[in-house]
């Protein structure tokens, strides 16, 4: 319609009346309309969360309490990826915090040499080559072990970050997945390893800190992770890169891959005569998944100040299943908020009650799938059926 | 195998323990031949369009297709080689539009990465539209697949299998559950489609049989009864007491 006026008239009850030109029929323009409103409508949840973690929490909150909120958004990356995996690829991980740990220890070891380096009594242990760090020599470990030494490089460590546990979590998945072994036993596998994960870092001490996790980790390229001011750049940070893992599990859902993904979720033997390999599918959805993972432990690390085998292990992992079950296994946003409410709430009633805590967790395991498959975003999406109905 | 040969079984034997459900089976289709396997219930019917797509392993025997030996492929493969299958009961992605099931059935770059950065263009959704057409379900494009009827589920797989553009189809009872006016259809739908390809049909409807079927072959018990045209197979007396017994 370039440069033409739309013809615009007034009927007898004084409504405007649009004059179309010949070629161009109502129905056609209503739904250009339609669907222009529909996409805008799509974008309001995603909004609606940046609005919430980008401006109203780091107003209406002091910096203690930022930190806290912070912590949970590194676990709410795993809750997003636990959509893609389980949500939409069918394959519940009760693992993922094998690789929140990996991330959260690959950013530790990058830090641990850093902080290392810049303290000169560290040199003294190093006889002559890279400086060791403290709890090694404690263990009498005295020289830096060689796949320690690459990760005294940002560049190395950054990206290691994601692909170390990605490769690790394809190669895993794609192993099993191919023999036909999935559902119930990949589960168990996943979390027999995590149990493993966690036992070979304890036993491992002089490598990997043991029990107490690798701390003391002032810097991060020079810049203290410590100072008021760091608490706000490091929560701005996570939750910008958790914003960027969302859209860029959107792009993934709404690709062709999130359909393959759901076929093989509902009829696995049927895609493999569409010509599809379940089993690499599977396996590349769950590296992803794991790349979320990690990316929030390394966020984890640089916020906390740490690493530790505490949040590697089995009672982690299935925390994280129940942020993403509460929130709602198929809304990669409704999953940020299970992280938020769950986390948040974890806080504030489990020191009065730890016990009480516990169970209050498995209860909600067993209930919310039970009768809120769906989670919280189902909830919420049929109320707000009802309401755009009802209008 | 003549050159005018696309698939050729032969000595085909699978058992279920112990029990020979195939037993030493030669059979072949030539190109753009419509090859209609008859036989009563059990007869291993079935069991035979598993072993050909890859979902069953033989226990001996081979299965060529173009030069390929089937035997020794995974079912994804097979899929891309060439081969489409229609199962007994229509299996469609139900969580998915009846638009979206043709979109995945498209046989484009099918590895993780190639779909991520697919689109619908134009030549896509040109010959979406046109399957769609083809299998009566252009009004339905954007409906769940678990909400069509059987029959139309039904013809959407065999909508999925023309999206793959294969040169060999296996259709495991296509009009079963089909009321009359539908079965007409498919007839009409399974003959036009037919042209450039082939196809192994199993089908009980001897009317309807008697409308497609180029060759027939009649299994009994894991072995060939009889094979021919339908004339020469229904005045079989072998075959005749086969279905008379039974
Ligand atoms: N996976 C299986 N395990 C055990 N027995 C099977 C299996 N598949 C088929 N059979 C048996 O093989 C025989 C042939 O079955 P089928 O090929 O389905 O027959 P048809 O399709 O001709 O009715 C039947 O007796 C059936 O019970
Ligand atoms: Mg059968």
Redesign the pocket.
């Known amino acids: 319609m370039k440069g033409s006026k739309l013809p615009i008239a007034c009927d007898a009850d004084n409504r405007l009346e649009v004059v179309l030109p010949d070629n161009v029929h109502p129905t056609s323009i209503s739904r250009t309309v339609r669907l222009g409103t529909e996409r805008l409508r799509r974008l309001y949840p995603i909004v609606i969360l940046a609005i919430v973690l980008l401006l109203v929490i780091p107003a209406a909150l002091e910096p203690f309490r930022l930190g806290l909120v912070g912590k949970y958004l590194c676990f709410a990356f795993c809750a997003v990826g636990l959509v893609l995996a389980w949500g939409y690829g069918g394959i519940l991980s009760l693992g993922q915090g094998i690789f929140f740990g990996l991330g959260s220890y690959i950013m530790a070891m990058y830090m641990k040499l850093e902080a290392t380096s810049a303290d000169p009594a560290a040199a003294v242990f190093g006889a002559g080559g890279p400086p060791v760090p403290d709890f090694m020599t404690w263990n009498s470990v005295d020289t830096l072990p060689w796949w320690w030494a690459p990760f005294e490089h940002v560049w190395f460590a950054l990206p290691a970050i994601v692909l170390l546990p990605s490769a690790a979590a394809f190669a895993l998945a794609y192993a099993i997945f191919r023999k036909r072994i999935g559902g119930i036993y990949f589960s168990i596998v996943t979390m027999a390893l995590a149990s493993i994960f966690v036992l070979v870092i304890i036993g491992q001490q002089g490598y990997t800190g043991g029990t107490n996790g690798i701390t003391n980790l002032p810097t991060f390229l020079g810049y203290s992770v410590q100072s008021d001011q760091a608490v706000y750049t490091l929560y701005y940070v996570s939750a910008g890169l958790l914003i960027l893992t969302i859209l860029a599990g959107t792009f993934v859902l709404k690709s062709r891959l999130g359909k393959v993904l759901i076929a093989i979720r509902d009829q696995e033997d049927r895609v493999r005569f569409s010509g599809y390999d379940p089993a690499m599918f599977k396996a590349v959805i769950f590296a992803i998944a794991a790349a979320f993972s990690a990316v929030g432990g390394a966020l984890f690390t640089l916020q906390l100040g740490f690493a530790s085998p505490s949040i590697s292990g089995i009672a982690p992992s299935i925390e994280m299943v129940i942020y993403t079950a509460v929130g709602g296994r198929l809304s990669l946003i409704g999953s940020v908020y299970g992280a938020l409410l769950i986390g948040g709430a974890k806080s504030l009633f489990s020191e009065q009650f730890t016990n009480g805590w516990m169970y209050f967790m498995g209860a909600l395991f067993i209930v919310i799938p039970m009768f809120l498959r769906t989670g919280l975003a189902g909830l919420v999406s049929l109320v707000s059926h009802k309401k755009v109905r009802a209008s | 195998m003549s050159q005018r040969m696309i698939l050729g079984v032969e000595d085909l034997s699978v058992s279920?323990?112990g029990?020979k459900?195939i037993d030493a089976l030669n059979f072949y289709v030539e190109e753009k031949e419509i090859h209609v396997v008859i036989?009563p219930?059990?007869?291993?019917?079935?069991?035979l369009l598993d072993m050909i797509c890859g979902k069953t392993k033989p226990s001996a025997g081979s299965i060529r297709f173009k030069g390929l030996n089937l035997e020794r492929m995974l079912e994804y493969q097979i899929t891309r080689a060439g081969v489409g299958r229609k199962f007994q009961n229509p299996t469609v992605y139900e969580d998915l539009t009846v638009a979206e099931n043709l979109e995945i059935s498209y046989p484009h770059k099918r590895n993780p990465l190639g779909c991520l950065f697919f689109r619908r263009d134009a030549v896509v959704l040109e010959e979406m539209r046109r399957i769609a057409d083809l299998v009566f379900l252009t009004d339905e494009m954007n409906r769940k697949a678990g909400q069509l009827s059987h029959g139309q589920k039904q013809w959407l797989e065999i909508g999925m299998l023309l999206m793959q553009d294969p040169q060999l189809l296996l259709l495991d009872e296509p009009v079963a559950g089909m009321s009359a006016r539908e079965r007409e259809r498919t007839g009409e739908l399974l003959k036009r489609i037919a042209e450039g390809r082939s196809m192994v049909i199993?089908e009980h409807d001897m009317e309807f049989v008697k409308s497609v079927a180029h060759k027939v072959t009649v299994?009994h018990q894991g072995k060939k009864l009889a094979e021919g045209s339908m004339d020469r197979v229904q005045n079989d007396p072998r075959v005749i007491e086969v279905y008379l017994g039974s």
């Open positions: 279920f323990d029990f459900a036989g219930n059990g007869a291993g019917k079935t069991t199993i299994l």
